[in-house]
């Protein structure tokens, strides 16, 4: 009896020692949102389902074809719970930041911060000046987000290319709404989930007034805080609102794809801003 329950115990523990650690490393990448943690969590499931088809994981309760094909439908369960996941309009109630002005009510988001062993001045600084290279995973997403579209061709990497500057040429798709040099507004609008050129934004209020359906507008903030003396704090955070409701329910699928992808550029941007600024620092 007791090497019967040995045996059954093992792989529960196995299997929530990994969830507990993929759910941590999700967290970091994406603060746990829930239907993004659900969809991916289906997808590991499914694909874990998938390979045991061929040769069923034990190790995970999973002994045989049959077992196999039921989790393979639980995750595919799962992962539609994710994607359908109904969204939800958040109207900012008090004004903290310039992105309040230009994006109040939106339908997505995700936010991320640093703290950063520098002054104010030294982090604004080291942001502009961080490169496609000090966000070491930027090529490899961009060439999965290619393919994932049917284009297995990318073009050069930016290699050492400033991220802002290049995000502030007209050919990106973004435009600068604000910078004042503690935070910088950008802003995108159209269909982010075809590969088409997006429509040309050349003043604020271009982004104001844009309305096409089934599109979205996009914008994001970098913004330095003051913090303890030596210190300052630097948070990023991307909203996205749907024109119409067929826009909110496509752009809740990419979402909640993209989103441990983008929440890992963002993370690896903070993280070479604040390498770069606490470089002259003890």
């Not at 792989?11 to 020692?17: D, G, M």
């Not at 109040?104 to 000046?129: G, K, M």
């Not at 961080?130 to 990318?154: C, E, P, Q, S």
């Not at 990497?157 to 990106?172: K, Y």
Request: glycine share 6%; with cysteine.
């Amino acid at each position: 009896m007791d090497l019967i329950l040995r045996r059954n115990i093992y792989p529960v523990l196995l299997i929530t020692a990994l969830a507990a650690g993929l759910l941590c490393l999700f967290d970091y990448f994406a603060p746990l949102e829930p239907a993004s943690v659900t969809a991916w969590a289906g997808i590991t499931i499914g694909l874990v389902a998938s390979a045991s088809l061929i040769w069923p994981f034990r190790f995970l309760l999973i002994r045989s074809r049959k077992v196999a094909a039921l989790v393979l439908l639980s995750g595919a369960l799962i992962t539609a719970t994710g994607l359908l996941w109904p969204a939800r309009r958040v109207h900012t109630a008090q004004r903290s930041s310039r992105l309040d002005d230009f994006l109040p009510e939106y339908d997505f988001s995700e936010r991320h911060a640093v703290n950063v062993h520098a002054t104010p001045e030294q982090t604004a600084a080291a942001l502009r000046q961080v490169t496609f290279d000090d966000i070491k995973v930027f090529d490899a997403l961009m060439r999965i987000r290619a393919a994932a579209g049917g284009h297995f061709r990318t073009g050069p990497s930016p290699g050492q290319r400033r991220v802002l500057d290049a995000l502030s040429n007209p050919g990106s798709g973004f435009f600068p709404l604000h910078d004042d040099g503690r935070e910088i507004v950008m802003c995108m609008a159209g269909r982010p989930w075809k590969s088409e050129p997006k429509p040309r934004m050349r003043a604020a209020n271009d982004f104001a007034v844009f309305n096409a359906p089934g599109s979205v507008k996009i914008a994001f903030n970098l913004l330095v805080q003051e913090g303890d003396p030596g210190w300052s704090r630097v948070v990023t955070e991307t909203r996205v609102r749907a024109t119409d409701d067929a826009a909110r329910s496509i752009m809740a699928r990419y979402w909640r794809l993209i989103c441990p992808g983008t929440g890992m550029i963002r993370r690896m941007w903070l993280n070479a801003m604040r390498d770069r600024a606490e470089q002259g620092t003890s």
